[in-house]
């Protein structure tokens, strides 16, 4: 069966246009807010819009879930994701490499920094449990790895990755209000040029649930990595970019 090119929204029929959103308005639960709730969601082309449901927060908020038809369509041929560029390696191919490459063990230093304290996903790659059932960078024999945690300073990130003499910094960013992820990586960028000579910094890789991959060159980091990332994935990157450097060198 060959693949459509074209697709819409699946609700309840086949190309029936459907489609779920919710969001929250600043106003008591009332026959008022739902009429808000559905001018919003018609502003969204969402044509007509129901609201199924509805939850007050607290005196002066409304938490909506609203349904209905869009007549937007999906051209697959104009949708453009970003492939590896790189060969997913098991534990021990990228122990082997890293010993080939370097001759010793690779150094890599991860943290959350800015006031981010969610470090589920900073541990899920670094620590020795890792995630799914995939063992993290911990567990892999010829990775050193040193993970500061949460609410790091980028200062005191710079200070750690030249202590620890890291071939990499991994940093995630959960936290998002005012892209707040977006302006630390940034800084991150920004003190690690201006703290070691180009060809000796550290790859500087960015990781977490609303970042763009294709941002890391606006960022200046190395590599992004977004939802569902996973440690062999890192691991695998980590390999490819040193032997890219070292065949620039």
Do not use: W
């Not at 050193?144 to 991994?170: H, M, Y």
């Not at 000796?200 to 939802?227: C, K, T």
């Amino acid at each position: 069966m060959t693949e459509p090119t074209i697709i819409r929204p699946y609700g309840d029929t086949t190309g029936d246009g459907m489609v779920q959103v919710s969001f929250t308005l600043p106003l008591p639960a009332d026959a008022r807010a739902e009429a808000a709730a559905r001018q919003l969601a018609g502003k969204m082309g969402i044509d007509p819009a129901m609201v199924v449901h509805t939850r007050q927060l607290g005196e002066s908020h409304t938490f909506f879930v609203v349904y209905g038809r869009v007549n937007h369509l999906v051209d697959l041929a104009q949708v453009q994701v970003r492939e590896r560029e790189y060969p997913l390696l098991n534990p021990k191919e990228i122990n082997t490499e890293v010993k080939r490459l370097l001759r010793r063990r690779l150094s890599v230093v991860g943290a959350c920094i800015g006031t981010d304290a969610h470090t589920v996903g900073i541990d899920a790659i670094l620590n020795l449990k890792g995630v799914a059932g995939e063992k993290g960078l911990e567990y892999y024999r010829e990775l050193k790895v040193s993970n500061l945690g949460a609410q790091v300073t980028v200062d005191e990130l710079v200070s750690s990755a030249r202590a620890e003499a890291a071939d990499a910094v991994l940093v995630s960013q959960v936290v998002t209000q005012r892209d707040a992820h977006l302006r630390n990586v940034r800084e991150l960028a920004a003190a690690f040029r201006d703290s070691f000579p180009e060809r000796s910094r550290p790859l500087l890789v960015a990781g977490g649930p609303r970042f763009d991959e294709e941002m890391a060159g606006e960022l200046g980091v190395d590599r992004i990595f977004g939802r569902g990332t996973t440690p062999a994935e890192v691991a695998s990157y980590l390999v490819f970019a040193v032997a890219q450097r070292k065949a620039a060198a």
